[in-house]
């Protein structure tokens, strides 16, 4: 088990668990976290197998891709949140509403 | 489920019943498993894109392959992720107005410290942003660096005084996409397509995208932390 692999299984389980964390829970601030932590499984993944390379460098373009995703993760949860406040101040809830009158 | 429990539940414990959770954690895992298998059954040996990366490194006006990659091979992602995060911004804005409530006065121990460190850590950013040409840093990191500072100034009860917030405020969000769009039309002019940089200018025009960039995603991370438009603003 090299290095790059162990990264790349435990990007992996930081997936899962933020996939079950997003399915489980209905608080939206909790399915923010959970997407972020699904994100941050994914970057670990990249990250993680770009450094398979023989030589020891890791691939740059995996790293770039990883850069643009945490810019773009951030965004969007900045966005996300702002949402949520909104939903919040709509409907005085911090769930969707899920289409029984509930 | 009775009405007394039912009155008794907050949001925060909105969830699926035990057996559903049970449910859950087990497809959850049949997904775990099968990435784990994806992951293993991977050559344990890749270049991956290592040796296309060093041998145009020399053509790209940068020493360091990740901001090579960021900046000139792959610049038209790195453009877009701007703009996504100018579009961000004015999603967020459009949303909400930024709370006019101040927190609570900075003790003198904490206003202390923020006087000493936001001006280091604009040091840092520049240096940051230099050492990206040839050593891991870049335009994203020392932006990152710079909001830190703003937030900082933020939660120690600063704000933008109104004559900064207008017209000043929008030039410096918009200002990295604008001169990247600039730079990737402007080489059009000489013969070359898109984004492609005569290559004896490409270092100068990386340092030049880079440090627009740097103030523009600063003040827009910043901007995005108080949650809404600034009040002054028109």
């Known amino acids: 088990m090299t290095p790059a692999f162990l990264y790349a299984l435990i990007g992996s389980a930081l997936f899962a668990l933020g996939l079950y964390g997003l399915i489980v829970h ?17 970057f670990l993944v990249l990250g993680g197998l770009a450094g398979r390379t023989p030589q020891g460098a890791p691939d740059p373009v995996p790293h770039a891709m990883v850069i643009t995703g945490i810019v773009v993760a951030v965004a969007a949860t900045a966005l996300a949140l702002v949402l949520m406040l909104r939903v919040r101040a709509t409907t005085g809830r911090t769930v969707l509403p899920d289409g029984r009158g509930n | 489920m009775s009405n007394k429990t039912a009155k008794l539940k907050t949001d925060e414990d909105e969830r699926f019943a035990p057996f559903l959770r049970l ?3 087990l497809l959850v895992s049949g997904v775990a498993a099968g990435l784990a298998y994806a992951v293993l059954s991977l ?17 790209s006006g940068v020493d ?16 877009l992720e701007m703009v996504v995060l100018l579009l961000v911004l004015v999603g967020v804005w459009s949303l909400s107005v ?7 006065e900075a003790g003198a121990v904490l206003d202390y410290l923020v006087r000493f460190l936001v001006p280091l850590m604009i040091l840092i950013a520049a240096y940051l942003l230099w050492v990206g040409a040839h050593a891991p840093g870049g335009a ?14 933020v939660l120690s009860g600063r704000r933008l005084p109104g004559s900064l917030a207008g017209w000043p405020l929008r030039l410096t969000l ?25 290559s004896q200018w490409a270092g100068v025009l990386i340092l030049l995208i880079e440090a627009t960039a740097t103030l523009s995603i600063g003040a827009t991370l910043a901007a995005l932390f108080l949650g809404g438009r600034p009040e002054d603003g028109p």
């Open chain 2, 174 to 198: 918009v200002a990295g996409v604008a001169v990247f769009t600039a730079v990737a039309a402007g080489v059009m002019s000489t013969g070359a397509s898109l984004l492609e940089y005569p």
């Open chain 1, 26 to 42: 209905a608080h939206l601030l909790r399915k923010i976290l959970a997407l972020n932590v699904m994100g941050s499984g994914v």
């Open chain 2, 140 to 153: 994203f990191q020392a932006g990152a660096v710079m909001s830190a500072a703003g937030v900082l100034l």
């Open chain 2, 98 to 104: 930024a709370p006019s409530e101040h927190e609570a």
């Open chain 2, 23 to 25: 449910l859950t954690a």
């Open chain 2, 64 to 79: 360091h392959p990740v901001t090579a990659v960021l900046l000139n091979f792959r610049g038209y992602d790195t453009l």
């Open chain 2, 43 to 59: 050559p344990h040996v890749a270049t991956g894109l290592n040796d296309a990366v060093g041998d145009r490194l020399a053509l």
